[in-house]
């Protein structure tokens, strides 16, 4: 039984903080449930209107939901996050294991690509690729480079969907098998090309596009359709485009 009247965070937030990542609001709780994470713990300033809100878009989750959330003042939940998100829901899940990971992204044949990110740089698009790898059913998504996938940032621009698919950082060296297909304006029009299941598919920095040894690595080109003049898509517009190539060209979200 949750105490309403309760002023601080739950002595279990901090024993679970040091190994686990943030799930910040309603809908990143919501997915990571989902899709099998791990919740050790949960909070939240409003339990009635975060329950009220388990009934209207996660009827699934609601009897979980009541089991786990607990209440807290909105003092103690605003002092657990960056920023207090407007569903004043906040948790803890455990990170994924990495070996099991790298284990699904280095098995074939693949029902869906990979998603690879060569050196990112902005933590929101990161986040916003993860969400589209999730929808689309992507085998995983690997970021080459300094950003960290798990930041919470990232997690909190995934909205929770780092729980539907792979996420880990890799050198070049190290990206699982399979063809390369690298996202370049020198490419060959993706309209024309049919994009396997097994494929890697590769996007170069917001700022500077593909590494040298990305390049090196890729086995194929591709250009998305653009108008002369316009220098460049978002990098998670890039890859909505490019998964719903793949999509609408034979490939399927998988179903569990």
Same mark, same amino acid.
Do not use: C
């Given at each position: 039984m949750t105490d309403p009247a309760a002023s601080g965070p739950p002595a279990d937030w901090h024993l679970h903080a040091g190994r686990c990542v943030l799930l910040d609001g309603f809908h990143a709780l919501?997915?990571?449930?989902?899709?099998?994470?791990?919740? &050790?713990?949960?909070? $939240?300033?409003? *339990?009635? +209107? @975060?329950l009220a809100l388990a009934g209207e878009l996660a009827p699934d989750l609601r009897g979980a939901l009541a089991g786990l959330l607990t209440e807290v003042s909105h003092q103690a939940y605003a002092s657990l996050v960056a920023r207090p998100h407007p569903t004043a829901v906040a948790a803890l899940a455990v990170r994924?294991?990495?070996?099991?990971?790298?284990?699904?992204?280095?098995?074939?044949?693949?029902?869906?690509?990979?998603?690879?990110?060569?050196?990112p740089r902005n933590l929101g698009n990161a986040g916003a690729v993860i969400r589209l790898a999730a929808g689309f059913g992507a085998t995983g998504v690997v970021t080459t480079g300094t950003?960290? &996938?798990?930041?919470? $940032?990232?997690? *909190?621009? +995934? @909205?929770?969907?780092?729980?539907?698919?792979?996420?880990?950082?890799?050198?070049?060296?190290?990206?699982?098998?399979g063809p390369v297909f690298a996202?370049?304006?020198?490419?060959?029009?993706?309209?024309?090309?049919?994009?396997?299941?097994d494929a890697l598919l590769a996007f170069g920095s917001e700022r500077s596009g593909l590494s040298p040894e990305l390049r090196a690595r890729a086995d194929h080109l591709v250009a998305l359709p653009?108008?002369?003049?316009?220098?460049?898509?978002?990098?998670?517009?890039?890859?909505?485009?490019?998964?719903?190539?793949?999509?609408?060209?034979?490939?399927a979200p998988q179903v569990p």
């Open positions: 919501k997915h990571a449930l989902r899709f099998g994470a791990e919740v &050790p713990v949960a909070v $939240t300033s409003d *339990r009635a +209107g @975060a994924p294991s990495r070996a099991e990971g790298l284990e699904v992204l280095a098995r074939t044949p693949r029902r869906a690509p990979v998603v690879i990110l060569d050196q950003l960290d &996938p798990w930041h919470p $940032t990232v997690v *909190r621009g +995934g @909205a929770g969907l780092h729980f539907a698919t792979v996420v880990e950082r890799l050198e070049v060296g190290e990206l699982p098998p996202l370049d304006p020198e490419g060959e029009d993706i309209r024309g090309l049919k994009l396997p299941d653009m108008r002369p003049q316009v220098s460049s898509y978002n990098l998670a517009t890039s890859v909505a485009m490019t998964l719903y190539h793949w999509s609408a060209t034979g490939g």
